[in-house]
């Protein structure tokens, strides 16, 4: 039996789900009265998604069904970053979205520093995007996980390779 016990602390999201949540709220568009002549567009990038539409209540309403379609499919909404709309030409407006994966260096500093100062039995250590929990009780890696999860954070945060 190993003397050690650890887990990862991640923030991603299923892409795929994500791919799937968009196409949905594609259809809609296409079928929604209030929004079928609007001329929406959604595309997805690397990085960000990005809503093209006539008016800032279409706007809105674009919003609000990939805010039901994500939830649908179990995304959780803080992947999703919404930037200022801008106008672009003919009278339309775009608003980028930009999608949040992994955490960011003064996150994962922040959050190590809570665990330590928290619970002394552990170890953390910053690996990339990610953060690795170390300790030699699987207890204390519980009290880490349900500490984690009590956090009011920008981002969502998954627990992988439970070890």
């Known amino acids: 039996m190993a003397d050690t016990f650890s887990f990862d602390v991640v923030s991603d999201f299923d892409r795929q789900e994500l791919v799937n949540a968009v196409d949905q709220v594609r259809r809609e568009l296409v079928q929604r009265y209030d929004l079928k002549d609007s001329a929406t567009e959604i595309e997805i990038e690397e990085v960000a998604l990005v809503i093209t539409t006539a008016s800032e209540m279409t706007l809105q ?94 981002v969502p945060l998954q627990f992988e390779n439970y070890r």
Do not use: H
């Open 61 to 154: 309403a674009v919003e609000d069904v990939l805010r039901q379609k994500a939830t649908k499919r179990n995304l959780s909404l803080k992947i999703f970053d919404f930037q200022p709309p801008e106008p672009v030409g003919g009278n339309r407006l775009k608003q980028v979205v930009k999608l949040r994966k992994g955490l960011s260096q003064e996150l994962a500093k922040k959050l190590s520093k809570t665990v330590r100062d928290q619970i002394k039995k552990v170890s953390v250590a910053i690996q990339g995007e990610s953060l690795r929990v170390t300790g030699k009780n699987k207890d204390d890696l519980q009290q880490v996980i349900a500490l984690l999860k009590a956090e009011d954070l920008e």
